[in-house]
C-alpha cells in the first residue's frame, strides 16, 4: 500500500520560512518524480515544483523561483519543499505527488497559512 506523509506546515508570518516534508513507503521511491502541489480555498491544485527521480533536474512555477527549492533524499524516500521569504499569496493546502508513467499517488496535505 503506496503512503505518502506530508508534514511541517503551520503558521508563519510574512518574510518567514518553513520546510515541508513528504515521507514515501509502499514504492520504489527512487523510481518516481515527484512533486509538490498546493491548492488554495476556492482555487484548483496547481503545481509548485517538481523533481526528477534521481533528483537531478528540478522545474518550478515562476512565482516560487528564488524562493522555494525541492529537494529529494533517495536514501530516506522523503523529498522536501524548503519555502522562504513566504508571502500571504502562499497560503494554501500543500500536497505531494509521486509519479511514473501514468500512475499518481497523494498525500494527504498539509495546511501552510502565512499570516501576520
Known amino acids: 500500500q503506496v503512503q505518502l506523509v506530508e508534514s511541517g506546515g503551520g503558521l508563519v508570518q510574512p518574510g518567514g520560512s518553513l520546510r515541508l516534508s513528504c515521507a514515501a513507503s509502499g514504492l520504489t521511491f527512487n523510481a518516481y518524480a515527484m512533486s509538490w502541489y498546493r491548492q488554495a480555498p476556492g482555487k484548483e491544485r496547481d503545481l509548485v515544483a517538481h523533481?526528477?527521480?534521481?533528483?537531478?533536474?528540478?522545474n518550478y512555477v515562476s512565482s516560487v523561483k528564488g524562493r522555494f527549492t525541492i529537494s529529494r533524499d533517495n536514501a530516506k524516500n522523503t523529498v522536501y519543499l524548503q519555502m522562504n521569504s513566504l508571502k500571504a499569496e502562499d497560503t494554501a493546502v500543500y500536497y505531494c505527488s509521486a509519479e511514473l508513467y501514468r500512475t499518481r499517488y497523494w498525500g494527504q496535505g498539509t495546511q501552510v497559512t502565512v499570516s501576520s
Open positions: 523533481i526528477s527521480s534521481s533528483g537531478g533536474t528540478t
